[in-house]
Nanobody, 129 residues
Framework: QVQLVESGGGVVQPGGSLRLSCAPS????????VGWFRQAPGKEREGVSC????????IYADSVKGRFTISRDNTKNTVYLQMNNLKPEDTALYYC??????????????????????WGQGTQVTVTS
C-alpha cells in the first residue's frame, strides 16, 4: 500500500504557486533520497526534481528550473516542492518517491522512476485559466 503521502495539490491559474508536501508512513526520510515525479494522462512518468539525503544536492528537470524548489526538513520528516510561476504544461499527477541513499543524487538514477523503492499515491496539480 501507500508508503509516502503527498499533499498540497490543487487548481491554480497560470503564474500561480503551490507547495507540495511528502511525508512517509512508517519510516524516516533522514537517510533517503527523495524525488518528485509527475505524470499527465497519456504521458510517461517524468522526473521533476530530487534531493539527496544529507549533502543537500539537488537536480531539476530543465522544464522547471528557476520555477520549482525542492527542500527537506528532517525535523518534520517531510520533503517539499515549492512550485512558482506554474504553467498549463505543469498539469499532472505529482508523486514523491524515496530510496535509501547516503550520497548525492545522481542524474540518470535519481531522475528516473526506476531509481526509487517507495512511492506515494500522488496529488493532482491542475494549471488552467
Amino acid at each position: 500500500q501507500v508508503q509516502l503521502v503527498e499533499s498540497g495539490g490543487g487548481v491554480v491559474q497560470p503564474g500561480g504557486s503551490l507547495r507540495l508536501s511528502c511525508a512517509p508512513s512508517g519510516f524516516t526520510l533522514e537517510y533517503y533520497a527523495v524525488g518528485w515525479f509527475r505524470q499527465a494522462p497519456g504521458k510517461e512518468r517524468e522526473g521533476v526534481s530530487c534531493i539527496s539525503s544529507s549533502d543537500g544536492s539537488t537536480i531539476y528537470a530543465d522544464s522547471v528550473k528557476g520555477r520549482f524548489t525542492i527542500s527537506r526538513d528532517n525535523t518534520k520528516n517531510t520533503v517539499y516542492l515549492q512550485m512558482n510561476n506554474l504553467k498549463p504544461e505543469d498539469t499532472a499527477l505529482y508523486y514523491c518517491a524515496s530510496v535509501l541513499a547516503l550520497g548525492p543524487v545522481v542524474a540518470g538514477i535519481h531522475t528516473s522512476p526506476r531509481g526509487y523503492d517507495y512511492w506515494g499515491q500522488g496529488t493532482q496539480v491542475t494549471v488552467t485559466s
